[in-house]
């Protein structure tokens, strides 16, 4: 993919997302939430690309991906005024439908083409299909971690705002409840990732944030993660109980041992 090709779709991200300006406040607070969410997305998959040490027209791509993998949640928004595809519609397909629609990738080769549109379609699954029509899925691998990597970011600064600046969708609805449920906790103990549909709560949300560890894909992506110290800023959000500062203690071992493998 070249540079120039990237710059026109940088160009129709900014004009497409401005169309969106009038919907009114608060909805407008999310709405910059997931233009700033991609910004960042995109300076991760920076790093994650450079630490990877992928060539240029690689990192290109990733680039690509990284800009259009949540150009869903804004047609999603205005449509249903939430971002919890439960309660709307997925927004990885969302997504492919606002690509198609607007005919983005026509200036791509067909290979190029379906390596964008299968890591956008497959960036938000719980776990990844087994066959892929595209010839790598390491676009899809790098689009989920840097996803992560950000939401992360998004989730801590959330909480660190005084409560009336606080963007209504983070936390996709969740009521604030005391203590955690039981069937994530031991999701998250028994080193799997913590289903969405068992969040009950915004302290069961925190868990399943925190049980990403378990789905990154790349040795970059842990240190990223333990620089940027998202979980032990997640961690200080949780109730102080002990099968909790167990399960803690889980995420930081395993995030040790495969920075170190």
């Known amino acids: 993919m070249k540079q120039s090709e990237l710059e026109g779709l940088q160009n129709w991200f900014a004009d497409y997302v401005a169309t969106f300006d009038d919907i009114p406040y608060p909805?407008?607070?999310?709405?910059?939430?997931?233009?700033?969410?991609?910004?960042?997305?995109?300076?991760?998959m920076n790093r994650l690309t450079e630490?990877?040490?992928m060539n240029d027209a690689d990192c290109t791509l990733a680039a690509a991906v990284a800009l259009l993998h949540d150009v869903g949640r804004f047609p999603q928004y205005r449509r249903w005024?939430?971002?919890?595809?439960?309660?709307?519609?997925?927004?990885?397909?969302?997504?492919?439908e606002t690509i198609s629609e607007h005919n983005i990738l026509c200036d791509l080769d067909a290979t190029e083409r379906l390596m964008v549109e299968e890591a956008v379609r497959f960036h938000n699954l719980l776990a990844l299909p087994e066959r892929y029509k595209s010839p790598t899925d390491r676009f899809i691998r790098l689009i989920r971690d840097a996803d992560k990597l950000d939401i992360w970011r998004v989730f801590v600064e959330h909480f660190s705002k005084p409560s009336d600046q606080r963007a209504s969708a983070v936390t996709l609805g969740f009521p604030e409840l005391p203590g955690v449920s039981m069937p994530c906790?031991?999701?998250?103990?028994?080193?799997?990732?913590?289903?969405?549909?068992?969040v009950t709560s915004v302290n069961d949300f925190?868990?399943?944030?925190?049980?990403?560890?378990?789905?990154?894909?790349?040795?970059?992506?842990?240190?990223?993660?333990?620089?940027?110290?998202?979980c032990e800023s997640l961690a200080l959000?949780?109730?102080?109980?002990?099968?909790?500062r167990s399960a803690l203690n889980l995420v930081k071992q395993y995030i040790e041992r495969k920075i170190s493998a």
């Not at 519609?89 to 492919?96: G, P, S, T, W, Y």
């Not at 925190?210 to 894909?217: Q, Y």
Request: glycine content about 6%; overall charge positive; some cysteine.
């Open 27 to 44: 909805g407008q607070q999310n709405i910059r939430l997931k233009i700033e969410h991609t910004r960042m997305v995109c300076r991760m």
């Open 51 to 53: 630490g990877e040490k």
């Open 81 to 96: 005024g939430t971002f919890r595809d439960a309660a709307s519609d997925n927004h990885a397909r969302l997504a492919i």
């Open 185 to 198: 906790l031991e999701q998250l103990l028994a080193g799997e990732v913590v289903r969405l549909d068992s």
């Open 206 to 230: 925190k868990l399943l944030l925190l049980s990403w560890v378990f789905d990154l894909n790349f040795a970059s992506s842990y240190r990223m993660l333990r620089h940027d110290g998202y």
């Open 237 to 244: 959000l949780l109730p102080n109980e002990d099968k909790v």
